[in-house]
Structure formats: structure tokens, C-alpha cells
């Protein structure tokens, strides 16, 4: 049920944008048609969205670490007038129109009435299992496979000049940088500060995964 309601677009104000039309399959659940991510009536956004794996081992959300709650963390790209541009009150109205939703949610929760707790819930059990543990790497650290000479000396490499950062296994360490890019004024994206109101956190993101 939650795969349902992340690739239906009944979720936007216009029944156009589903949480899929940002967040590809075929892009680790990220955006590569746009270095922009747009959303409905054709607007731009203010970022790229984030790639969703590994969800669950992460203490804050988005870019900026604005949302500190996986189960939270849809209410910003639904009522945002750049994305899905929709009201919680009317999604629950849809959805309760809806038969078919409320035949599954009775099946899910033995009750048909749907409310944001339920439909938030449904989710992140989804969001939720969007896990990355079948990698050559995590097949290579659990001994089931080998890596080459070649990518030995890369992980090498990695170990000793990204790592700190880009912690394993995960890949992030979960904190803020900076990556030295110059800002792109037209957006005049805070980025962390924007959260904080610290100017040292201006321009800092989220380390993102590998």
C-alpha cells in the first residue's frame, strides 16, 4: 500500500505528481532529467532531491536536514507549492473517496477510515525498505565475494582520502559540508543555515551517500 500511494499522483493537488516523478527507480530513487527537480504545473524547484536508500539509518532528512522524522518527511514535498502543492486535509479526503484505498487500508489496519497517521505509516513501511546491502562491496566485507587487484588499491584509496566523511558502511557520516563549489546566486540556497540560523552553516549539506 505504501508503494501505491509513493507512485500515485492522486497525492498532488492536480492528481499530475506522484512521489515517483522526482524520486526514478531507474536513479537510486533520485532526479537525472533535471539538475533541478520539478514538480507540478511544470514549476522548478529550489534543489535536486535526495536519493532514498538506507532511510532508516539516518538521523535527519532532505538536504538541509529539515525533517527529523522518516515518518514525517512526505508532509514537506506534499504541501510544498514547488512539488505536490496539496493539503493533508484534502489527500485524507481523496483518499477516503477512494474504494479501492479504503479497501486496503481496512486490510492494513482494520479500520477503512484513513487518516494522516495511517497513510504516513504506509509510507515509510515502504521508504523504509528501500535498503542497499547486495552491493559487491557488502558481499566483499561479508567474504562472499572478491574484489580485483585493482579495486583493492581503490578501496585503498578511498579508505584513506574519503572515508572520513563518506563513512562505511553507509557511506555518509550523516553531518554537513561544505563542498567548495561556488553558490549559484540565482538560488541563494542557505542550505544547513537555513535550519540552524548559524552563518557558519551556510552553504553546508547533508554528506550525501555513495
Known amino acids: 500500500m505504501g508503494r501505491k500511494l509513493f507512485y500515485d499522483p ?3 493537488s492536480d492528481s499530475s505528481t506522484s512521489c515517483a516523478s ?3 527507480r531507474i536513479a537510486a530513487f533520485a532526479h537525472i532529467d533535471h539538475s533541478l527537480s520539478h514538480g507540478i504545473f511544470g514549476r522548478i524547484g529550489t ?3 535526495p536519493p532514498l536508500q538506507n532511510l532508516i539509518w539516518r ?5 538541509d536536514g529539515g525533517v527529523n522524522h522518516l515518518e514525517v518527511q512526505p508532509l514537506s514535498p506534499l504541501t510544498s507549492p514547488l512539488e505536490m502543492n496539496e493539503s493533508l486535509t484534502n489527500v485524507l ?3 477516503n473517496r477512494n474504494v479501492e484505498y479504503k479497501t486496503l487500508f481496512a486490510q492494513a489496519f482494520h479500520d477503512s477510515i484513513i487518516t494522516s497517521d495511517k497513510m504516513l505509516k504506509a509510507l515509510v513501511q515502504f521508504t523504509g525498505l528501500m535498503v542497499s546491502a547486495n552491493s559487491r562491496y557488502d558481499k566483499f566485507i561479508a567474504r562472499k565475494d572478491t574484489f580485483s587487484t585493482a ?3 581503490g578501496l585503498t584509496l578511498f579508505r584513506s582520502n574519503c572515508s572520513s566523511c563518506h563513512t562505511e558502511p553507509l557511506f555518509t557520516n550523516n553531518s554537513y559540508k561544505n563542498n567548495g563549489l561556488k553558490p549559484d546566486t540565482a538560488l541563494n540556497d542557505k542550505g544547513w543555515a537555513l535550519i540552524t540560523g548559524l552563518s557558519t552553516d551556510f552553504n553546508m549539506f547533508k554528506v550525501p551517500s555513495l
Open 47 to 49: 534543489r535536486n532531491v
Open 10 to 12: 492522486i497525492l498532488s
Open 151 to 153: 579495486e583493492k588499491r
Open 59 to 63: 538521523d535527519t532528512y532532505m538536504w
Open 22 to 24: 522526482c524520486h526514478q
Open 93 to 95: 479526503l481523496k483518499l
